[in-house]
């Protein structure tokens, strides 16, 4: 492995006995990249930012948080008030959840659009989606630390749900709340998961990255790479473009975290838990909504639930029900098209899944579930009558007969 | 920001929704306050104003249990006006040595006492309802301090129609309309030790942005620090833009 030479004697000694070095040459440096990834490539990065950024202040949090639910509450507030910028540490890491959650839906929708789960990259795609349900289950059981009335009855109504499962239901659900209902044993068990959790997705990050390094980036044109002319090497060409990523989305993230902290939060969690008063409306964290309004569409408990589940583990399958051969939706008309309907779809559901469920809601709701779970067996079908679009030869040729044509900038490849 | 957004999506919802939200409190009136915006900052007069209002009326049924004496020193108070001000509430402190409990007068570092030594004093005191602890008020309701002056300025008689129960009062900003809370300002309740008139909309103007600072003291900080990152990152984006703009250069 230790082949690369390195001219500091120190940095050689290390890397012969060790070679981080060469490694990171290999993967950070040198590691030859499609030369046509536009912006949609920089969300996993940006992930990873984020990441980092939770930990950090998770871990500096921890020093300051109390897990009981008799002060866990005012050990938050204390942190807020009494802790050197405690605020900036919290509204760090409350925020930082939900642009983490942007970053990782919009990394998701990428691969979706450029077909990026297709053969030689179903592991990686696989390795994602589990990374998105840890991080959904560490974000759940954050939300239960801070005690306040939706902290409370979310982590109630939803640990509820694993009931609705035959035979084991019941354990599973005594298991969760370490007891008969949501109390101290639950808000200690889900602390030391919400610290565990995130130490596992960064090692499954890595796997992530490893298979992402054998097999490649994708790329917009979904084609593969033929030879050196088709790529560039990582520094400086997407360390660059990475950071300016970087700098556009803490200018948003931190806006947020300055001048509006508490957008995505729901003033009812400011209120302290109490198990004797029912708040009028229990809404999940905003990244939940989708899958809330499947949930609370179907009419039966266990079926409800199934939907729920079924809704994110039904993306495990796209690289079998996906019949097209072509990666990219550039070059398929009618997926390009059926891609943008699920999108709306998801967000109008995730309006859904904020509003009571009463009235128009609740058909409205059903409709636009249907519509979810449709998106899949069309997918199929679509990849066996399209009649996609020519593909280009190469990666390197439209590339360099634009930059030929005078464009400076290659546009934001988007529909 | 949140504000256009919401503004924008609230007249849609009243335009369709007025029937419909006979239950919910009205959407409160958006006000004009000094701490709103990028560059608001608390106005500290104005602040010193509303704990005026908060310790001669509000504090005589309301708790306000995470805001310290001490931290009165961001409204501008000086130390020895601190003391005097923690020293008219007695509290309870203790073991002594003869392992005894025992009453002295309040520290600045004693959080602001509450009139009730428990929720069910608070309700025996209150006709059976519990006045909820004010530190987190605006953080804790949809409007924040815009609801918290609608609800204060908002009582009203009850239209023909509408019976409300004793110990209850009419009040069109409070969802259900009903509130178990005596109007508790009116015009000159206070008189301002700045000289400021004491009207209604004044005192509960000011007692508003008072209970704001209790649930965000942050703020005025959080605002200025703000300004200073959001301007370098600005910069140092646009320098990250130049420099792969010429990196890229060979490549398009
Ligand atoms: C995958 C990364 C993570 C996600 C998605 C996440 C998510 C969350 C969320 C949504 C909250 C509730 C925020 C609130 O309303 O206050 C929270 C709270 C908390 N998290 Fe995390 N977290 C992550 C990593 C960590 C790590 C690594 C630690 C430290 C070991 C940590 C420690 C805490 C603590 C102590 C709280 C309670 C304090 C508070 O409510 O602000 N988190 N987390």
Redesign the interface.
């Known amino acids: 492995m230790s082949s690369t030479k390195f001219d500091n004697k120190v940095v050689q000694w290390v890397d012969d006995r060790l070679p981080i070095f060469s490694m990171l040459k290999h993967d950070a440096v040198d590691y030859p990249t499609p ?1 046509n990834l536009n912006y949609w490539w920089n969300f996993g990065s940006l992930a990873g930012v984020m990441l980092v950024i939770m930990l950090l202040s998770g871990i500096i949090l921890a020093m300051h948080y109390t897990p009981n639910v008799n002060l866990a509450f ?1 050990s938050v ?1 204390r942190i ?2 009494d802790v050197n910028y405690g ?2 540490l919290r509204y760090l890491h409350m925020n930082g959840g939900t642009w983490f959650f942007i970053c990782v839906y919009i990394h998701i929708f990428r691969g979706l659009y450029y077909g990026s789960y297709k053969a030689p990259r179903e592991l990686l795609w696989w390795l994602g989606l589990v990374i998105y349900l840890v991080m959904m289950g560490t974000a759940f059981m954050g939300y239960c630390l801070p005690w306040g009335q939706l902290s409370y009855w979310g982590t109630t109504v939803i640990t509820n749900l694993f009931t609705a499962i035959p035979v084991v239901g019941d354990s599973i659900t005594t298991l969760l709340w370490g007891g008969f209902s949501v109390d101290n044993p639950t808000l200690n068990r889900f602390f030391s998961l919400h610290y565990l959790l995130p130490f596992v997705i960064f090692a499954l990050v890595f796997l992530h990255l490893v298979a992402l390094h054998t097999t490649k980036s994708n790329n917009p044109l979904g084609i593969d790479v033929k030879g050196p002319q088709d790529t ?1 090497p990582f520094h ?2 997407y360390t ?2 990475d ?2 990523g970087v ?2 989305l ?2 948003l993230y ?2 947020f ?7 995505f939060a729901e ?2 969690n ?2 302290p838990a109490n198990p004797l008063v029912t708040p ?1 409306h229990i809404v999940p964290e905003w990244y939940f909504l989708p899958f809330y309004a499947i949930l609370r569409s179907v009419p039966d408990k266990l079926g409800g639930v199934l939907a729920m589940f079924g809704a994110i583990i039904v993306f495990f399958f796209l690289p079998w029900i996906d019949s097209s051969k072509v990666r990219s939706a550039t070059f398929r008309p009618i997926f390009k098209q059926v891609f943008w309907i699920f999108l709306i779809d998801c967000l109008i559901l995730g309006y859904i899944g904020s509003q009571p469920p009463e009235g128009i809601m609740v058909p409205l709701g059903r409709i636009f579930s249907v519509v979810y779970f449709a998106f899949f067996p069309l997918l199929w079908v679509i990849g066996k009558v399209e009649k996609p679009r020519p593909l280009p030869n190469s990666i390197a040729l439209p ?1 360099l007969k ?2 030929q044509a005078g ?4 546009p934001l490849e988007k529909a | 920001m949140r504000k256009s957004l919401l503004l924008a999506l609230m007249a849609g919802l009243v335009a369709a929704a007025v029937p419909a939200m006979a239950n919910e409190g009205a959407e409160p009136a958006p006000q004009n306050w000094a701490f709103h915006g990028v560059f608001g900052q608390y106005d500290k007069a104005q602040l010193k104003r509303g704990f005026q209002v908060f310790r001669e009326v509000c504090s005589n049924c309301h708790s306000m249990k995470l805001v310290a004496y001490r931290n009165l020193a961001d409204l501008g108070f000086s130390d020895d006006e601190i003391k005097d001000i923690a020293a008219e509430k007695q509290t309870q402190d203790g073991p002594n040595d003869q392992g005894d409990m025992f009453q002295r007068p309040a520290r600045p570092s004693d959080h602001i006492v509450p009139p009730f030594p428990n929720d069910q004093a608070a309700r025996a005191g209150n006709n059976g309802a519990l006045p909820p602890d004010l530190s987190l008020m605006t953080k804790a309701r949809p409007g924040g301090a815009d609801y918290v002056f609608a609800l204060l300025t908002g009582f009203a008689d009850a239209p023909a129609g509408v019976t409300v129960p004793d110990g209850m009062y009419y009040n069109p900003a409070f969802p259900g309309h009903q509130i178990a809370m005596p109007p508790p300002v009116a015009d000159e309740s206070v008189t301002y030790a700045d000289g400021t008139k004491a009207t209604k909309d004044q005192i509960s103007r000011d007692v508003s942005a008072f209970l704001n600072w209790a649930a965000e003291p942050e703020l005025d900080a959080r605002h200025a620090l703000g300004i200073k990152v959001m301007l370098f990152l600005f910069v140092l984006t646009a320098m990250i833009y130049a420099v792969k703009k010429k990196i890229w250069a060979d490549v398009h």
């Open positions: 030369r005012t507030e807020m008030r605020w900036l560039i400086p060409y660059i473009k950071l300016l700098g556009v803490m200018i931190l806006g975290v300055f001048f509006d902290p508490n957008f003033p009812t400011y209120v009028p590339v634009a930059g464009h400076a900038e290659k």
